[in-house]
Nanobody
Framework: QVQLVESGGGLVQTGGSLRLSCAAS????????MGWFRQAPGKEREFVAA????????NYVDSVKGRFTASRDNAKNTVYLQMNSLKPEDTAVYYC???????????????????????WGQGTQVTVSS
């Protein structure tokens, strides 16, 4: 049974930092493209960041570029989202998602549409106070 478990959320002041982790069990993440999404109350789930299976390609929503960094440690079966210079508008539940690839030979792809991901974590709350 595949499980993704996020951790690292919490309450932080504007300008602060948090590092979210997403640990997988039941399956190796080394062949999975990963995504980070967030959902604020009353809003739809929003793409935040994506990282290819090998970490060579990343993509970010414009609002977090230069502040957030996605990374991964396949040996630890974990992906990360480093969030710096946090703003109140970053407040949301953050989810990690995985899309396992049938082959990694075609390149370092990532996906930004939540419908392209097969497995999701339960989410971790990030609250940024002003």
């Amino acid at each position: 049974q595949v499980q993704l478990v996020e951790s690292g959320g919490g309450l932080v002041q504007t300008g602060g930092s948090l590092r979210l982790s997403c640990a997988a069990s039941g399956r190796t993440l080394s062949t999975a493209a990963m995504g980070w999404f967030r959902q604020a109350p009353g809003k739809e789930r929003e793409f935040v960041a994506a990282i290819s299976w090998n970490g060579r390609s990343t993509n970010y929503v414009d609002s977090v570029k230069g502040r957030f960094t996605a990374s991964r440690d396949n040996a630890k079966n974990t992906v990360y989202l480093q969030m710096n210079s946090l703003k109140p508008e970053d407040t949301a539940v953050y989810y990690c998602a995985a899309r396992w690839l049938s082959s990694t030979s075609s390149g370092s792809y990532y996906w930004t549409n939540p419908k392209d991901y097969n497995y999701w974590g339960q989410g971790t709350q990030v609250t940024v106070s002003s």
